[in-house]
């Protein structure tokens, strides 16, 4: 029997979670031989290699790829691709759970059509009340288009080029090609019975810090799609970032020019922003010592560099984009 559709799993150095996917995927309800399951790893991987020839064993159909060097999930999945056998490519990520009738369920929405995608189902556990980060990752459950599942014909991906790889970084790729299937008119369709359950990884503690790098990808998807990024991604800046920074930097004048009312004027529109952005984060979200004192660090935090980060995407990819 040939190979009817192909998995692609970018992974890097997370040989455990990558094995609960794996196991979700060898115990498919397609039949065994009606699909294959690709790993690439984000640059040699010892442990994922190891991990990924031990499962193999069970399932034939699993195969170890890496890239020569680091370059991100979008090169991954672009190499993954490249190598299926399948004229039907998914695609999730290593840390999901895919249903036992996953790839069916694709499989049975597929009619031999050349160019089409699917789309399918994110449920996100979480913790009642949520961590903020919790929080985050549970809008995968509402967003129109993600890698964490998603399917498209061999003959699409290749039509729009695959992935851009210079999202090198796991943010904005996937809305990058979804912003290429739709300018080529390629059928996008939601697929709800082909679930996959994305639980929610432990989190450093201000981790929300760390995350605000991935602007410079919003940079690189607004000049590529700007119409497409401001109806679907974000409508407008966020304002009050803005004038967070600009009160700092007011601050800052006012020690300067040792103007007192100045530094207070500066002072108390950051302090009434700042308070009431830590309100809004911590609104339907846990009320621990510990999430408190980490959402008041971090919204000190996030503002400055969340505008710092655009704005280096966009001096990095030449568009005017705040």
């Known amino acids: 029997m040939s190979i009817n559709i192909s998995v692609v799993i970018p992974t890097y150095n997370r040989p455990a979670l990558l094995c609960n996917c794996l196991i979700a995927l060898i115990n498919q309800s397609l039949v065994k031989s009606a699909y294959e399951v690709l790993v690439v790893s984000d640059g040699y991987d010892a442990a994922t290699e190891e991990a990924v020839h031990t499962l193999a064993k069970q399932f034939p159909y699993l195969h170890y790829l890496h890239l020569p060097q680091k370059k991100g999930p979008a090169a991954a ?120 359950v994305h639980p929610v990884r432990l989190a450093p503690w201000g981790i929300s810090i760390k995350e605000q790098k991935k602007g410079i990808f919003n940079a690189l998807l607004y000049k590529k799609h700007p119409q497409l990024y401001r109806q679907r991604i974000q409508s407008s800046p966020i304002r009050s970032y803005y004038i967070i920074v600009c009160c700092v930097l007011l601050v800052a004048i006012g020690i300067y020019q040792n103007n007192t009312k100045l ?60």
């Open 77 to 196: 999945r672009n190499r993954g691709w490249q190598e299926a056998l399948a004229p039907l490519v998914a695609f999730t990520d290593d840390d999901t759970l895919p249903d036992v009738h996953w790839l069916s369920a694709y499989c049975e929405a597929y009619h031999n059509e050349k160019y089409i995608a699917f789309t399918g189902l994110v449920k996100v556990p979480i913790s009642f009340p949520p961590t903020d980060y919790e929080k985050n990752t549970a809008g995968l459950e509402t967003a129109e288009f993600v890698t964490a599942n998603c399917c498209c014909t061999k003959a699409a991906l290749e039509a729009v080029k695959g992935f851009d790889e210079r999202f090198s970084m796991a943010w904005r790729e996937d809305s990058d090609l979804h912003f290429k299937l739709m300018m080529h008119q390629i059928p996008i369709k939601k697929i709800s019975n082909a679930l996959v």
């Open 263 to 322: 530094i207070l004027l500066a002072a108390l529109g950051w302090t009434l922003l700042t308070i009431r952005f830590i309100t809004k984060r911590l609104d339907s979200t846990r009320h621990s010592a510990s999430h408190i004192g980490e959402m008041i660090t971090t919204s000190i935090a996030i503002p400055i560099l969340s505008v710092y980060w655009q704005l280096y995407g966009a001096v990095k990819y030449r568009v005017l984009f705040i």
